[in-house]
């Protein structure tokens, strides 16, 4: 079973005020929904505006653990850093809220990875 496809998942999301709330993940694709559908925040997308009708805040995802893939493409987990965090983007339409993990381009001298 793939999780996305399958059920709503939810983030550790730690807010300003220093609480921790679960908050769903993205929006799927193929979903009827005013937010964006995806996982993911492009940084390019927030500087132009693009997420200004969610209402966007900046919040931190805690994170124990991440997943890597070797040279096969195979996926394993590697344990995070105590305190390790992702930057999220906090976006809210009526009463639901969603949080989307903040990407950036590549690095061209990461681009070969």
């Known amino acids: 079973m793939h999780l996305w496809k399958d ?3 939810h983030l550790p999301v730690r807010l300003r005020d220093g609480s921790l709330k679960w908050i769903r993940w993205g929006e799927r694709h193929g979903v009827q929904s005013p937010f964006f559908q995806g996982p993911c925040a492009r ?3 927030i500087k132009e ?3 200004n009708r969610f209402n966007p805040r900046s919040v931190k995802i805690v994170m124990d ?3 890597e ?7 394993y987990w590697v344990k995070a850093p105590e305190g390790a ?3 999220g983007l906090l976006a ?4 639901e809220q969603r949080v989307y993990v903040v ?10 990875v």
């Open 43 to 45: 940084l390019e997308s």
């Open 85 to 87: 965090v992702l930057q």
């Open 49 to 51: 505006r693009k997420w």
């Open 65 to 67: 653990r991440y997943m």
């Open 103 to 112: 990407t950036m381009e590549t690095p061209a001298e990461f681009q070969h």
């Open 92 to 95: 809210t339409w009526g009463d």
């Open 69 to 75: 893939r070797d040279l096969k493409n195979k996926p």
């Open 7 to 9: 059920q709503e998942v």
